[in-house]
């Protein structure tokens, strides 16, 4: 959970708060206490202004972001999240009036595989619930260039945080193919007890 890798370079991250890490099996976790724990890279990267796949598992039972590059209310470029138990995906072209794909309820007692697609080729914007896909096709041909860093756990000022345990996230500048994203869940679901 220190490092974020992005296929052409590694991009460290540095935890706010003093978050608590350990394994579930062999999977490693961080904790996130809600209360200033955070996980952020201050630089302007993994933005996916051109396409981007983001997410990892998350065992929340107090979620709010799950992780993004955002800042309420004008520096909004994407945003994994939680509310009322209904993960989303959100992003935006002009730093804020997102476009959002919601997925099914998820449990907040156990580990839930929660992934965002980003495919402006496509027009597409999908999220992945456990490895079930909710699309539609209203995203915008490009992402705000923004200057929020980014981060696991809240934003990456440390509002919107959430309480429990996130593992093995991952970012992808580019649309992943839907079959890898549902290849990578059924690999790694007995891991997390799914």
Known sequence: MNKIIDI???????????????????????????????????GAVLRGINGLTAGGWFNMPFPDTLMGVWQFPINQCWRLYVSSSIPSFSVSSIGSDTITISGSTWSTTQWNFI???????????????????????????????STAGFAIGGDAFGNNLSIGKASNCFVSQAPVLDSQIILLYQISRNLYGR
């Open 8 to 42: 052409v370079k590694g991009n460290n991250l540095i935890h706010e708060g003093t978050p608590d890490q350990g394994n579930y099996g062999i999977a490693p976790y961080t904790v996130y206490d809600g209360s200033g724990n955070f996980s952020h890279n201050k």
């Open 115 to 145: 992934v965002g697609k980003f495919d402006p080729a496509n027009s597409e914007l999908a999220i992945f619930v456990n490895g079930t896909k909710f699309s539609n096709f209203s995203a915008p041909s490009s992402l705000f260039n």
